[in-house]
């Protein structure tokens, strides 16, 4: 297997962490720069089917986008995916609304906030508004995590690992008020006390 | 199970298609209708865990959220998931694609042109802007579609069901040119002789 990932992505990294988690740190990487060129060459060459990272190559040639995607086929058969049919849906449903709510106002706040460069249309308007929005979003995670360590069931499952991503940093890089959200900053620490972590880097 | 369900919303429909699919389109619905505060009393009552629909309500009481979260509760076991473990990750990667990227141009866009009261903001930049970018998101299922009748192995399964729900409908009602998609359009036809297949209603 080659990990294509892309080293300041939070979609990138999810799939690090896991592979730090389980040990499997040793799968070879491949860093993808953010370079609209870049991407395009790779996608049309097979390497990013959607035009994106991260892609896990596997070894028999299939080209795997979507970072949730990824954390689904490591994680089947570990104890970050619970056998549980209720239990993995729930997964799924945070998963899902990761990519669909959470990634579009977290991280894309982050990404106008510190690569303005290449992610232009930082107006005031649309910050004010990705902030109001994005404290909501972390409202429905704090009012969940105020009653239990984990997002789902009693231990870290992949949900917990997709939303740590843009989660971790969302006060650092995306400028929302943390302070709002204790339950948020104590399960974000108790993710780092997993053996194996590894921060984003 | 109860499903909570929004009639207008392709979201809702692709539950209602499956279950349809399934056999199973005796199981009671709820209309939910798209008021923000209608849907801000449900979330805080619990029926809406993250304020939208579609929402299945379990027999345990559990309120189970995102739309293609329901698909795979509901599919496992059934022949619309691949038993094999790399079709169902490419599976899971269209259906992620689909909430991260499809949605939130293709169904956006529809929205904007048929709902204006509901989703301000439709000026001329952005409808343009989504025009380009949908036609670029269509171009990848086309090239897929061009070489295969289903997007994954060889018969429908969840990835095709949750694509068809905004793509059936991305040139009526989001003015895309899909003149430009044969392969996405006999796709559409194909799917719609699926036994037990019901439109959009």
Redesign the interface.
Known sequence: MILYSMPSSGNSYKVRLLLALLGHDKVPRSDVEYDSAALATAHREGRL???KAPVLM?E?G?A???????L??LG?GTPFVPQD??A???M??W???E???H??VIAVRAALRNYAHRKPGATPERMSDLLTRGHALLQ?MEDQLAQRDWLVGDSATLADLCLFAYTHSAGTLGGFDMDRFPAIRAWCARITTLPGYAALS
């Not at 795997?64 to 990824?70: D, G, Q, V, Y």
């Open positions: 089917p959607f035009g596997l028999d299939t795997l986008p979507e970072s949730n995607a990824i689904c086929f089947e049919p209720v993995r849906a729930k799924l449903s998963m899902f609304w990519q669909n709510q990634e579009g429905i």
